[in-house]
Antibody, heavy 120, light 108 residues
Framework: QVQLQESGPGLAKPSQTLSLTCTVS??????????WSWIRQHPGKGLEWIGY???????YYNPSLKSRVTISVDTSKNQFSLKLSSVTAADTAVYYC????????????WGQGTLVTVSS | EIVLTQSPGTLSLSPGERATLSCRAS???????LAWYQQKPGQAPRLLIY???SRATGIPDRFSGSGSGTDFTLTISRLEPEDFAVYYC?????????FGPGTKVDIK
């Protein structure tokens, strides 16, 4: 069974860059066939898709965040990462990593999520 | 971008009752790329239904999905105590994923 685990600082300062990593176990990112995604949830609110990456490094981002987002992959560590620049309090959220299912239209495995608070 | 609307916002029901949740899209959802998730407090969402009507692995058959185009429904045939949660629909189209605002199913 595939498992995902987010890691990274729980606090980011305004105007700085938020950085998170997702470690995948129970399956290899480099085997292909799946996209790997970041999703966030503002406190008490709904879900917002941030972007996804393939093992080859090809990416697609939510246009609303595209100018500030970079998702990268490290197949040697079976990890993928999120960087969100110029953060504000509006970026305070629980950040989830997830696998895009094999029909490429849904998320079948999720990490437990990690809360990132943006505050000085 | 396709916008999803879910109704009702809150559904108050008793265990054993039938729950019917609606998800409406602002444009037709291509190839029925519509999924449903369940989320409990402090937990990640769990995939229930994908492709509008296919149950995910391990999901009980009391959960069923239907619909096409712009109108989709999640039905829980008989509510179990563990089913009280928030339910989100999600669509995929034009390389974008969007989620609905959620329906909370709480105990009456």
């Amino acid at each position: 069974q595939v498992q995902l685990q987010e890691s990274g600082p729980g606090l980011a300062k305004p105007s700085q860059t938020l950085s998170l990593t997702c470690t995948v176990s129970g399956g290899s990112i480099s085997s292909g066939g799946y996209y790997w995604s970041w999703i966030r949830q503002h406190p008490g609110k709904g879900l917002e898709w941030i972007g996804y990456i393939y093992y080859s490094g090809s990416t697609y981002y939510n246009p609303s965040l595209k100018s500030r987002v970079t998702i990268s992959v490290d197949t040697s560590k079976n990890q993928f990462s999120l960087k969100l620049s110029s953060v504000t309090a509006a970026d305070t959220a629980v950040y989830y990593c997830a696998r895009v299912g094999d029909s490429y239209d849904h998320f079948d495995f999720w990490g437990q999520g990690t809360l990132v608070t943006v505050s000085s | 971008e396709i916008v999803l609307t879910q109704s009702p916002g809150t559904l108050s029901l008793s265990p054993g009752e039938r729950a019917t949740l609606s998800c409406r899209a602002s444009q037709s959802v291509s190839r029925s790329y519509l999924a449903w998730y369940q989320q409990k407090p402090g937990q990640a969402p769990r995939l229930l239904i994908y492709g509008a009507s296919s149950r995910a692995t391990g999901i009980p058959d009391r959960f069923s999905g239907s619909g096409s185009g712009t109108d989709f429904t999640l039905t829980i045939s008989r509510l179990e105590p563990e089913d009280f949660a928030v339910y989100y629909c999600q669509q995929y189209g034009s390389s974008l994923f969007t989620f609905g605002p959620g329906t909370k199913v709480d105990i009456k």
